[in-house]
């Protein structure tokens, strides 16, 4: 019986195949086996966060694919789980892309200090 994908396994599964790339190569650019691929695809194990930040710099994604990439993240439900760098990756971007300069600036160094709050 074929389970189904997940949103990221979708997503990452027609990216190796616009690629033209085979599950088997994918594993080894992830170091992975090709069982832990189809499991993470359907969601029978937690996407690892690393891949958020691996998949896009082997894959030469652009800005487009990096949110294709992160909204299937996001969507997959094994991957409820968010960390504080997650968040401050979210709302570094968001900072970035609604503000200039110094107001900018200000946002950013707000937020590393309340981030850094809950670290300690």
């Known amino acids: ?3 189904a994908y997940t949103p990221f396994g979708i997503y990452f ?3 190796r195949k616009t690629r033209k790339q085979s599950i088997t190569e994918a594993a080894k650019l ?3 086996s090709i069982a832990y691929i ?3 695809e359907h969601g029978d194990r937690e996407i690892p966060s690393d891949w958020r930040t691996k998949i896009p710099s082997i894959y030469n994604l652009n800005d487009k694919e990096v949110e294709e990439l992160n909204t299937s993240y996001f969507e997959t ?3 409820k789980k968010i960390s504080l760098s997650d968040i401050e990756y979210c709302f ?3 900072i970035n892309n609604l503000f ?3 107001e900018k600036e200000k946002m950013l160094e707000e937020l590393k200090k309340r981030l850094n709050e809950f670290r300690n």
């Open 30 to 32: 992830l170091g992975v």
């Open 13 to 15: 599964s027609n990216l």
């Open 1 to 3: 019986m074929n389970k």
């Open 38 to 40: 189809s499991s993470v």
């Open 92 to 94: 570094t971007n968001m």
């Open 100 to 102: 200039e300069g110094e």
């Open 77 to 79: 439900p094994s991957s």
